[in-house]
């Protein structure tokens, strides 16, 4: 049981990040074409929501968000919010 528990914890991982990675690609597309945007309140929920990782990736690989210190600090900070709660998870998950 835990292993399938730990198998969906993964692709939902991976999934919300590739999710979030496209968005962040999205919504600078469609800044250098002046077209309707992605809220900011999306992408922080897509960050909060487990995609910490492309948050971050899309805003340096994209040149997104850059100048924006809610995005520059904010994601960071979940992002090592993410980290120690799957560090524990795992230090949990061991049994220590």
């Known amino acids: 049981m835990v292993e399938k528990i730990k ?3 993964c692709i939902y991982l991976i999934a919300i990040n590739i999710i979030l990675l496209a968005v ?3 919504d600078k597309l ?3 074409r002046h077209k309707w945007r ?3 309140k999306t992408l ?3 960050c909060i929501a487990g995609g910490s990782v ?3 990736l899309g805003m340096y690989l994209f ?3 850059l100048r924006k210190s809610a995005f520059k600090t904010g994601f960071p900070i979940i992002l090592a919010v ?3 709660v799957a560090l524990f998870a795992v230090i949990r998950l061991r049994g220590g």
């Open 82 to 84: 993410h980290l120690i």
């Open 30 to 32: 469609k800044a250098i």
């Open 7 to 9: 198998t969906i914890v």
């Open 24 to 26: 962040m690609g999205m």
């Open 54 to 56: 492309g948050g971050n």
């Open 38 to 40: 992605i809220p900011e």
């Open 44 to 46: 922080f929920l897509l």
């Open 63 to 65: 040149h997104h968000k």
